[in-house]
């Protein structure tokens, strides 16, 4: 189904799992939320909180990776100053 723009347009599908829903939304990622890890194709928090969904489980091994090693990175670097 295409919108008036040549957008595809996307329904949810009966059975989908839905992410739970974050209070803090619209924040970004907090020091407390990592590490995150991956469990199958869901990104999730330390407190069990799923973040993201990967379109499969090696993009979300990759991303997690990423988004561990940053953190690490800004860890270090809040403590080198």
Same mark, same amino acid.
């Given at each position: 189904m295409f919108g008036s723009d040549g957008v595809q347009l996307f329904?949810?599908?009966a059975g989908a799992r839905e992410c739970r829903d974050r209070s803090d939304r619209?924040?970004?990622l907090r020091s407390?939320?990592?590490p995150v !890890?991956?469990?199958g194709r869901e990104i999730?928090?330390?407190q069990g909180v799923i973040i993201a969904v990967a379109a499969d489980p090696a993009i979300g091994e990759e991303i997690v990776r990423r988004l561990?090693?940053?953190d690490r990175s800004d860890q !270090?670097?809040?403590w080198a100053l």
């Open positions: 329904q949810p599908t619209s924040l970004p407390e939320h990592f !890890e991956v469990r999730v928090t330390q561990n090693n940053s !270090e670097d809040q």
